[in-house]
């Protein structure tokens, strides 16, 4: 449906899908007088009738079309990334914020963009959270980032002192981004940055980690869960986020068959994410 109203309008399209609920929402903003609301609720009728004629259900659903008030988005959309704090250690914020670090906390500059992870989501702030907790001053720690996304991560990791930094994304988008966000942050020599899918890493890996994160969707965690825990280092931390609270307990319970304790975890919204270590 993305796809056909882009088609009918003329105009990139968002699409949101709720996991849980099961239902998708799709945006699309043009400017006024330029479509007839009458002819583009025709052609979404007959779009989907098409689809349907394909054997495929579509579904319930409704169509709204409604003003926006015109704003200076360029700026307004600014308000809702702010500074985050993370401990004493780490301050995470948009370039444009003006906020000074505390003595002896590292700074990573880091605008939204197409690739997931700002620090604002509860997924990521627990992972950054874990991140703080592990590292100790003077002692080199090494680190993982499955699924890299902006490379927030990675950098903080970096800018805290672990060393080496790997960092890998399946999605060539966000390992640009990443790659760009790393450059922002001078630790282009600091982080090993790739392209990598977690279902083809060997089994038998030639390295291993003090700390793993790996936010992933819940289903990629269970399925590729020795292929992640075999790099982690005895004694190591693995962070897993990324699940729905309604999934923790299977996420969880594939992760200790495999000898793995829960150290801590936390919920919040309809997130859940884990700390685990081997006993």
């Known amino acids: 449906m993305g796809e056909w109203l882009a088609l009918v309008l003329g105009s990139a399209t968002a699409t949101y899908y709720d996991l849980e609920k099961q239902f998708s929402l799709v945006s699309v903003y043009i400017e006024q007088g330029t479509f007839s609301?009458?002819?583009?609720?025709?052609?979404?009728?007959?779009?989907?009738?098409?689809?349907?004629?394909?054997?495929?259900?579509?579904?319930a659903g409704k169509i709204e079309i409604a003003k926006v008030k015109r704003e200076d988005w360029a700026e307004s959309w600014k308000r809702h990334f702010h500074p985050l704090e993370i401990g004493k250690t780490l301050l995470v914020k948009p370039s444009w914020s003006k906020k000074c670090p505390a003595q002896n906390q590292a700074v990573v500059i880091l605008d939204p963009g197409l690739s997931f992870g700002t620090g604002q989501h509860p997924t990521t702030s627990f992972c950054l959270h874990e991140i703080a907790r592990c590292h100790k001053s003077g002692m080199a720690r090494s680190f993982l980032d499955i699924g890299t996304g902006s490379g927030i991560l990675a950098i903080s990791a970096a800018k805290l002192g672990y060393e080496p930094v790997h960092a890998f994304d399946f999605d060539p988008a966000s390992v640009r981004v990443a790659k760009e966000n790393v450059r922002k942050n001078r630790v282009t020599e600091k982080v090993k940055l790739s392209r990598g899918d977690v279902t083809e890493l060997p089994l038998k890996p030639t390295r291993k980690f003090d700390l793993v994160c790996a936010n992933l969707i819940s289903n990629l965690l269970i399925t590729q869960r020795r292929r992640i825990v075999n790099r982690l280092k005895p004694g190591g931390t693995l962070v897993l986020a990324g699940i729905l609270t309604t999934e923790f307990a299977e996420v969880e319970q594939a992760f200790t068959d495999l000898g793995l304790k829960p150290t801590g975890s936390r919920v919040e919204n309809e997130w859940c994410s884990g700390a685990f270590c081997f006993p």
Do not use: D, S, Y
Request: no cysteine; aromatic share 4%.
């Open 37 to 59: 609301p009458l002819a583009v609720r025709r052609e979404i009728a007959a779009g989907l009738k098409q689809i349907a004629g394909f054997g495929l259900n579509t579904g």
